[in-house]
T-cell receptor, first 111, second 114 residues
Framework: TQLLEQSPQFLSIQEGENLTVYCNSS?????LQWYRQEPGEGPVLLVT?????EVKKLKRLTFQFGDARKDSSLHITAAQPGDTGLYLC???????????FGTGTQLKVEL | EAQVTQNPRYLITVTGKKLTVTCSQN?????MSWYRQDPGLGLRQIYY???????DKGDVPEGYKVSRKEKRNFPLILESPSPNQTSLYFC?????????????FGPGTRLLVL
């Protein structure tokens, strides 16, 4: 089973600060996804990255896939309380539907 | 509205009492799966199904059973629940396709086994 380690596990910051969440593995993934999960709900897809070195932006969120497709990062600029939630990375190997999820990063953004 | 539904949302039971958590999707998706979520461990796949009557084990299948008799439904069965199965369970569905396909998750079922 491939392991996806996320860091940090917990992050508490003030509104307006920037932050980066990391997702690392020793395995190579054909694609990597980032999800956000809010309390009482299931994870919701934010983005999918496929190509090594790929960078995608979603408003204040920037996602990057490592050149070797073993790692990824999520950078949030000027965090807002609405960004609070559990962020999960998930990797897929080959062409199958199986996703391996990371350990999660719990983000809290305070006023 | 496209969605995945799970029932019940909350369940308290006792060790050894068989239970079933239902999952249904209205998006005509071929692929469905069950995950459990535990603090610090992320989501771990229990079982998945590629289509009707096709199921396979995920990473943590011990103590669970599934069936896929209809395309829309994928129930999770705990024949003899134990306290270590206390967890938050999610059902998900998706269609096969290119790597950018999306998994849609249900709202979760929180299970406590006493």
């Amino acid at each position: 089973t491939q392991l996806l380690e996320q860091s940090p596990q917990f992050l508490s910051i003030q509104e307006g600060e920037n932050l980066t969440v990391y997702c690392n593995s020793s395995s190579v993934f054909s694609s990597l996804q980032w999800y956000r999960q809010e309390p009482g709900e299931g994870p919701v897809l934010l983005v999918t990255v496929v190509t090594g070195g790929e960078v995608k932006k979603l408003k204040r969120l920037t996602f990057q896939f490592g050149d070797a497709r073993k790692d990824s990062s999520l950078h949030i600029t000027a965090a807002q309380p609405g960004d609070t939630g559990l962020y999960l990375c998930a990797g897929r190997t080959g062409g199958g539907n199986k996703l391996t999820f990371g350990t999660g990063t719990q983000l809290k953004v305070e006023l | 509205e496209a969605q995945v539904t799970q029932n019940p949302r909350y369940l308290i039971t006792v060790t050894g009492k068989k239970l079933t958590v239902t999952c249904s999707q209205n998006m005509n998706h071929e692929y469905m799966s069950w995950y459990r979520q535990d603090p610090g461990l992320g989501l771990r796949q229990i079982y998945y199904s590629m289509n009707v009557e096709v199921t396979d084990k995920g990473d943590v299948p011990e103590g669970y059973k599934v069936s896929r008799k209809e395309k829309r439904n994928f129930p999770l069965i705990l024949e003899s629940p134990s306290p270590n199965q206390t967890s938050l369970y999610f059902c998900a569905s998706s269609s096969p396709g290119p790597v950018r396909e999306t998994q849609y998750f249900g709202p979760g079922t929180r299970l406590l086994v006493l």
